[in-house]
T-cell receptor, first 115, second 113 residues
Framework: AQSVTQPDIHITVSEGASLELRCNYS??????LFWYVQSPGQGLQLLLK??????LVQGIKGFEAEFKRSQSSFNLRKPSVHWSDAAEYFC?????????????FGTGTRLLVSP | DTAVSQTPKYLVTQMGNDKSIKCEQN?????MYWYKQDSKKFLKIMFS???????INETVPNRFSPKSPDKAHLNLHINSLELGDSAVYFC????????????FGPGTRLTVL
């Protein structure tokens, strides 16, 4: 069965420091991978996605992620974190079920940004 | 110019009641979804509709009944509400039901007392 693991429940980063959020997936076929962000009390906003091609993908708000098939990982990075980046981050894999897609989410990582 | 909208944003009700949550998308997408986010923030798909037809039905109690009057709308009706139904319910849509980007609504926080 498809699954996504985000091993870090919480991460605290100083403003201006770099960030890496970890995501590992389990999926039998070539995965479609996503990172979403959820600000407090808000819905989910798509940060970036990987479908195929270049394994380093750029997203909105200065985020990027790298797909590493050998490690079954899709880690999210940002070179310099801003206070407004504090939010919950979800990694997801697009899994095909009887020909149709559903998103399987990880449990999320809460990012705290310290001054 | 909201892409995926849900009403209401908050819903507080008593156990045993019946309630509905509405979802509308103006993206022209064919496929819509309902997800449930529990108190630990875990998100899980419940249903998916494509062109008004049910295509994904996860293991959800039959007290939950989705209805899609047209492909821009997907409503969720819940009968005989239970405490465990308290959660945030998210609607989403995608252009196709295949591997595609899903766009989410703002969520409806349901609290059952």
């Amino acid at each position: 069965a498809q699954s996504v693991t985000q091993p870090d429940i919480h991460i605290t980063v100083s403003e201006g420091a770099s960030l890496e959020l970890r995501c590992n997936y389990s999926y039998g076929a070539t995965p479609y991978l996503f990172w979403y962000v959820q600000s407090p009390g808000q819905g989910l906003q798509l940060l970036l996605k990987y479908f195929s091609g270049d394994t380093l993908v750029q997203g909105i708000k200065g985020f990027e992620a790298e797909f590493k098939r050998s490690q079954s990982s899709f880690n999210l990075r940002k070179p310099s974190v801003h206070w407004s980046d504090a939010a919950e981050y979800f990694c997801a894999v697009g899994a095909v079920n009887t020909g149709f897609q559903k998103l399987v989410f990880g449990t999320g990582t809460r990012l705290l940004v310290s001054p | 110019d909201t892409a995926v909208s849900q009403t209401p944003k908050y819903l507080v009700t008593q156990m045993g009641n019946d309630k509905s949550i509405k979802c509308e998308q103006n993206l022209g997408h064919d496929t819509m979804y309902w997800y449930k986010q529990d108190s630990k923030k875990f998100l899980k798909i419940m249903f998916s509709y494509n062109n008004k037809e049910l295509i994904i039905n996860e293991t959800v109690p039959n007290r939950f009944s989705p209805k899609s009057p047209d492909k821009a709308h997907l409503n969720l009706h819940i009968n005989s509400l239970e405490l465990g139904d308290s959660a945030v319910y998210f609607c989403a849509s995608s252009q196709t039901p295949r591997l595609d980007t899903q766009y989410f609504g703002p969520g409806t926080r349901l609290t059952v007392l």
